[in-house]
Nanobody, 123 residues
Framework: QVHLVESGGGLVQSGGSLTLSCAAS????????MGWFRQAPGKEREFVSV??????YYADSVKDRFTISRDNARNAVYLQMNSLKPEDTAVYYC??????????????????WGQGTQVTVSS
């Protein structure tokens, strides 16, 4: 069974940086999309970024501050977060799916999820 394992969360001051990592537990795992969502207390799970079909997608709220990348050899994705703001505070989840087409921004389409890693940005 495939598991996604996340790391890299923590506490940082406004303007600081963090890098999140996510790796699949199985070498044969070949998702159609892999990326990141986040969820703050009392709010819906929110799309952040995804790599899909050779293209990169970002939420407007993180564009120009966050950068997603991949390591094909390790079947892993990363999220470099710069210029962090208090409103970025959330649990960040790695997600992957094996679907094609449809709404890529809907968390319900994703089949695989990491356990979540807390990112807290203080003011």
């Amino acid at each position: 069974q495939v598991h996604l394992v996340e790391s890299g969360g923590g506490l940082v001051q406004s303007g600081g940086s963090l890098t999140l990592s996510c790796a699949a537990s199985e070498r044969t795992f070949n998702p159609s999309g892999m990326g990141w969502f986040r969820q703050a207390p009392g709010k819906e799970r929110e799309f952040v970024s995804v790599l899909r079909g050779g293209r990169i997608y970002y939420a407007d709220s993180v564009k120009d501050r966050f950068t997603i990348s991949r390591d094909n050899a390790r079947n892993a994705v990363y999220l470099q977060m710069n210029s962090l703001k208090p409103e970025d505070t959330a649990v960040y989840y790695c997600a992957a799916d094996t679907k094609y087409g449809g709404n890529i921004y809907n968390p319900g389409r994703y089949d695989y999820w990491g356990q979540g890693t807390q990112v807290t940005v203080s003011s």
